[in-house]
């Protein structure tokens, strides 16, 4: 489905993301984890071509791109097979609820307004927000906002979507709103990269772990292996601390 290989980003003269190798298979959960700075967001907005990256190559569905030298409309291409549900939610503070959802398929895709309603309407029901359709952003509460990002990146019909940290902004009980949307989206069968923070979504839902130090792979291990079996110090370290202080809930 997607493989990332030999993928480098330099930032100011440093270099944060060192030739990193990454696969993710059809209808697979994969889970990023690391520590602050590891590189994980800027892995993923890589992936995604939000950022350039200065070297490695990235293949989707079975077409091969150069990151470093990709043209703004091959990037363009490969972002319309991808959905990217941001930290921030990024949903137009002057657009509905149903408005947000509807954008993207309107103006980039091109479809019929009533058809772009319908899909909106259907991807919000499966989110649980077809009741405030013509609500504002600023109305909703963060997980609201959140789930109706993630709406948005289904609308699209994306072969991966791609989440950075979709929780951080919550408090505990939005966050348990959007994990649950997340865990269902899972069990639909969608491929997703999730770069995230909660333990308990990484060790229940995610088929695999990828784990980030100092913008290198550590380890690349099945969820339950790496959680229950840990064969590195650096790991072991890792689980150990985020189980006993992050959230562990049970999504």
């Given at each position: 489905?997607?493989?990332?290989?030999?993928?480098?980003?330099?930032?100011?003269?440093?270099?944060?993301?060192?030739?990193?190798?990454?696969?993710?298979?059809?209808?697979?959960?994969?889970?990023?984890?690391?520590?602050?700075?590891?590189?994980?967001?800027?892995?993923?907005?890589?992936?995604?071509?939000?950022?350039?990256?200065?070297?490695?190559?990235?293949?989707?569905?079975?077409?091969?791109?150069?990151?470093?030298?990709?043209?703004?409309?091959?990037?363009?291409?490969?972002?319309?097979?991808?959905?990217?549900?941001?930290?921030?939610?990024?949903?137009?503070?002057?657009?509905?609820?149903?408005?947000?959802?509807?954008?993207?398929?309107?103006?980039?895709?091109?479809?019929?307004?009533?058809?772009?309603?319908?899909?909106?309407?259907?991807?919000?029901?499966?989110?649980?927000?077809?009741?405030?359709?013509?609500?504002?952003?600023?109305?909703?509460?963060?997980?609201?906002?959140?789930?109706?990002?993630?709406?948005?990146?289904?609308?699209?019909?994306?072969?991966?979507?791609?989440?950075?940290?979709?929780?951080?902004a919550l408090d505990p009980?939005l966050t348990g709103e959007?994990?649950?949307?997340?865990?269902?989206?899972?069990?639909?069968?969608?491929?997703?990269?999730?770069?995230?923070?909660?333990?308990?979504?990484?060790?229940?839902?995610?088929?695999?772990?990828?784990?980030?130090?100092?913008?290198?792979?550590?380890?690349?291990?099945?969820?339950?292996?790496?959680?229950?079996?840990?064969?590195?110090?650096?790991?072991?370290?890792?689980?150990?601390?985020?189980?006993?202080?992050?959230?562990?809930?049970?999504?």
């Open positions: 489905m997607l493989a990332l290989a030999g993928v480098r980003k330099t930032f100011g003269g440093t270099e944060v993301l060192h030739g990193i190798d990454l696969s993710v298979h059809k209808g697979e959960v994969v889970a990023v984890l690391g520590p602050s700075g590891s590189g994980k967001t800027t892995l993923l907005r890589c992936a995604n071509l939000l950022e350039r990256a200065d070297a490695g190559t990235l293949e989707l569905a079975g077409e091969r791109l150069d990151l470093a030298s990709a043209t703004s409309r091959q990037a363009a291409k490969a972002r319309r097979r991808t959905g990217f549900v941001f930290q921030g939610y990024n949903l137009f503070r002057n657009r509905t609820v149903l408005g947000n959802v509807c954008e993207g398929l309107i103006v980039a895709r091109k479809m019929p307004r009533a058809e772009a309603e319908e899909r909106a309407r259907a991807c919000l029901a499966r989110v649980g927000m077809e009741d405030r359709c013509d609500a504002y952003p600023n109305a909703l509460s963060g997980g609201q906002q959140q789930r109706v990002a993630i709406a948005r990146a289904m609308a699209t019909d994306p072969e991966i979507i791609f989440f950075d940290e979709p929780t951080s009980e959007v994990l649950g949307v997340m865990r269902r989206l899972a069990e639909d069968g969608m491929t997703m990269l999730v770069v995230t923070h909660e333990m308990g979504f990484a060790r229940n839902v995610a088929d695999r772990v990828v784990f980030m130090e100092a913008g290198s792979v550590v380890v690349q291990a099945p969820a339950r292996e790496f959680f229950e079996h840990p064969d590195n110090d650096r790991v072991r370290a890792f689980v150990a601390h985020t189980m006993g202080h992050l959230g562990t809930r049970s999504f």
